[in-house]
Nanobody, 123 residues
Framework: QVRLVESGGGVVQAGGSLRLSCAAS????????MGWFRHAPGKVRAFVAA????????LYADSVKGRFTISRDNAKNTVYLEMNNLKPEDTAIYSC????????????????WGQGTQVTVSS
């Protein structure tokens, strides 16, 4: 069974930066793509970024392109989300997820999910 645990959330002022981490345990995620999604109060869950197993392919939501960077360290079974120039509208619970095969922006394709970490951006 795969267990995903996010960390790195917190409160930051607009324009600031945070780095989220998602550590996987239980099994090695060979050939698993990883994704980050966020859920803001009153809104549906939204795709943020995804990365292939090799790290060679990435996908980003238009709202975060140029500000967020997803990366992974397979030796550490960890995926990261570097978030720069944060805006109040980035406030949400950020969750990582894993799926076998290619990366995707569709949450329903992911089979394993973490509990999430809160990111709050103050104006």
């Amino acid at each position: 069974q795969v267990r995903l645990v996010e960390s790195g959330g917190g409160v930051v002022q607009a324009g600031g930066s945070l780095r989220l981490s998602c550590a996987a345990s239980g099994r090695t995620l060979t050939n698993y793509a990883m994704g980050w999604f966020r859920h803001a109060p009153g809104k549906v869950r939204a795709f943020v970024a995804a990365i292939s197993w090799s790290g060679g392919n990435t996908l980003y939501a238009d709202s975060v392109k140029g500000r967020f960077t997803i990366s992974r360290d397979n030796a550490k079974n960890t995926v990261y989300l570097e978030m720069n120039n944060l805006k109040p509208e980035d406030t949400a619970i950020y969750s990582c997820a894993a799926k076998f095969g290619a990366e995707s922006g569709l949450g329903q394709l992911y089979s394993h999910w973490g509990q999430g970490t809160q990111v709050t951006v103050s104006s």
